[in-house]
């Protein structure tokens, strides 16, 4: 594959994530795609893996489910709270957000 085809696919990738929102950050699809990764993931885990700060986490995780607090919310994930371990918040992707990671993977 060459440069341009490389970039092109990039660029299809980026837009991609424009649909979801045109200014849709970074660090969003990050945390999407480390959920996607192994659902049932916690807020920790996340920010562990991400390298961001557990603050950073909760306030994107917000934004992607249904707690957004400005805005309309994303509803790409839902989170549940652990059935063995009652402060553990479990990630998981929703149907919209798994159509997401979907449409991403076929670019690739």
Request: net charge positive.
């Amino acid at each position: 594959m060459t440069v341009k085809n490389k970039t092109k696919t990039f660029l299809r990738l980026l837009r991609e994530l424009q649909k979801i929102d045109a200014e849709f950050p970074l660090q969003y699809a990050v945390c999407l795609t480390e959920i996607s990764q192994e659902e049932g993931l916690s807020l920790t885990d996340l920010s562990i893996r991400t390298g961001m700060a557990l603050s950073t986490v909760s306030r994107i995780i917000g934004a992607l489910s249904k707690n957004r607090q400005k805005g309309t919310p994303y509803n790409l994930i839902r989170i549940k709270i652990s059935a063995t371990e009652r402060r553990r918040k479990e990630l998981y992707l929703t149907p919209r957000g798994r159509a997401v990671i979907d449409s991403i993977l076929e670019i690739i």
